[in-house]
């Protein structure tokens, strides 16, 4: 009778311990769910577009969020720059049928020019 009680015993005693590794296995997978749910609410980077043509900045003002890629595309067949007047940005002379990318890192209005053509004007708010 001894025998059997210790058979039973040990029969529980695995039990328990298949069951405990069940659960940790469990309990270590879960942390997956929230981070992938963190990241998806994150908003995602928009890219902005802004032609140069006929030199003249298209659009003329143009609102981004922090993070966000604006993109100017020149489409002259001469040089421009998107140069912000106060510290901000400057993308230097953009070559015919090149585009330069600047990610708004810093908030505020930004007026900006060409420097190879100064009335052409335009303006960046980032907020
Ligand atoms: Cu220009």
């Known amino acids: 009778m001894r025998r059997v009680a210790l058979m039973a015993t040990i029969a529980v005693a695995t039990i328990a311990l298949i069951a405990t590794i069940a659960l940790a296995t469990i309990a270590l997978k879960a942390p997956a769910g929230p981070t992938l749910e963190a990241s998806a609410g994150r908003p995602k980077p928009t ?7 006929a ?3 298209q659009p003329q003002s143009i609102t981004v969020k922090v993070g966000d890629v ?9 040089p421009h720059t998107a140069t912000s007047k106060a510290a901000g940005f400057d993308s230097h002379p953009i070559a015919p049928d090149a585009s330069w990318k600047y990610t708004a890192t810093k908030r505020g209005e930004f007026s900006y020019v060409c420097t190879l053509h100064p009335t052409m004007t335009a303006t960046l708010t980032v907020e």
């Not at 604006?70 to 001469?78: E, G, Q």
């Open 55 to 57: 030199v003249r900045f």
């Open 47 to 53: 890219t902005h577009h802004i032609t140069i043509e």
């Open 70 to 78: 604006v993109v100017w595309a020149n489409k002259d067949p001469f």
